[in-house]
């Protein structure tokens, strides 16, 4: 199928760019380690638990679902500087599927990201973190989603406004809330109801429960399959929207 092989090109080329540098790995994956090595410790107390293990149980799927929220919505940056550089409108003369042009770029992102959060997992195992490993793999496919998602819409809005100065203060506009509202680092558990209440809209709260649940064993929890169902359709609608702008702006 055309579309495939498109998109399988466009992945191929990403993923040989990305492997010339893989450095960019470890600068994505470095904040979240610090958090790890420096924050982490003081969770045991702080969430009166009896064990590290339980701390770390609540802990690295909010990190996980940090990274791939932050590592998705900054991923435009690189395409503003293709556009630039005129890669994006030199593939307007070329046969290549236009939804291929985002596909290939974001499964490269969804690589990316799971090589960082596979690192980040293993050094969690030194800190007595236990998972399950069918419950750990349906958490990075909940990863996965997000950072479908969330490299989509900012792919998008980067075609959008074609410009770093205005991508980088609407982005951290949107993260900012987005992290504080999903209890990411925390959870929200002791927060005010209305509060509580406020999370219960951000579509983010649900992966993040759902990817805890799934850390702490419980795979039955309704929280995996609402998480895993709203970011399925989330991804389905951000890619439905950028492939559009991309149409746009290769036509």
């Known amino acids: 199928m055309k579309v495939l092989r498109d998109i399988s090109l466009i992945f191929n080329r990403q993923m040989q760019l990305l492997l010339r540098n893989p450095v960019w790995i470890l600068v994505g994956v ?14 045991k107390p702080a969430l009166q638990v009896p064990t590290n293990a339980e701390a770390y149980e609540i802990f690295v799927p909010g990190l996980l679902v940090l990274l791939a929220i932050f590592g ?38 969804v690589v990316s990201l799971i090589a960082q959060a596979v690192i980040i997992t293993l050094l969690a195992l030194l800190f ?8 750990l793999l349906l958490a990075y496919l909940m990863l996965a989603l997000i950072s479908l998602m969330t490299s989509a819409v900012s792919y998008g809005v980067a075609l959008v406004v074609k410009s770093e100065d205005a991508l980088a203060p609407l982005m951290n506009t949107v993260a900012q809330p987005v992290l504080l509202l999903s209890g990411i680092l925390l959870p929200l558990t002791y927060a005010p109801g209305w509060l509580q209440g406020v999370a219960d809209w951000n579509p983010f ?40 702008e991309f149409a746009r702006s290769v036509r």
């Open 72 to 109: 998705g919505l900054f991923q435009g940056f690189g395409l503003i500087a293709e556009l630039r550089a005129g890669v994006i409108e030199r593939s307007r003369v070329t046969p290549v599927s236009r939804v291929a042009l985002l596909l290939g770029r974001s499964l490269r992102d």
């Open 30 to 43: 470095f904040q979240p380690v610090m958090y790890l090595l420096l924050f982490a410790p003081l969770l």
């Open 128 to 135: 007595d973190l236990r998972v399950f490993l069918g419950n």
């Open 205 to 244: 709260s649900w992966a993040v429960n759902g990817t805890r649940a799934l850390f702490r064993g419980d795979l039955g929890a309704p929280d995996v399959w609402q998480g895993l169902l709203i970011m399925a359709v989330l991804a389905v609608l951000a890619v439905a929207w950028a492939a559009r």
